[in-house]
């Protein structure tokens, strides 16, 4: 799925209830927790995650960007989460 038209893409750029977009963040990591053995991605959510939410601004194309990177770790992630928890 193109990361502009994920559903996380649009929660973070979303201007109603600002904490979704660290609870993302938040759902993500949990996430990752399932995904042993995955070093790379690992340290790459990690580091996408420690950097934190920037200023909201979604017309900004700096926040796009990393409203769309968020959105590619989610569907990096998702699967492997879901084959881990046996869903």
């Keep these: 799925m193109e990361p502009a038209k994920h559903p996380i893409y649009a ?4 201007t109603q209830d600002p904490f979704t977009r660290h609870t993302v ?3 993500l ?3 990752l927790a399932a995904c042993h053995g995955e070093r790379a991605l690992t340290q790459r959510v990690h580091s996408f995650i420690d950097r934190g939410v ?3 601004a979604p017309a900004d194309r700096h ?3 990393w409203a ?11 699967p ?3 084959a881990a928890s046996g869903t």
């Design 54 to 56: 920037p200023y909201f």
């Design 11 to 14: 929660q973070l750029t979303a």
């Design 63 to 65: 926040y796009r960007h």
């Design 25 to 27: 963040l938040h759902e």
């Design 80 to 82: 492997k989460a879901a």
């Design 68 to 78: 769309e990177q968020a959105a590619d770790l989610w569907e990096r992630v998702a």
């Design 29 to 31: 990591e949990k996430r």
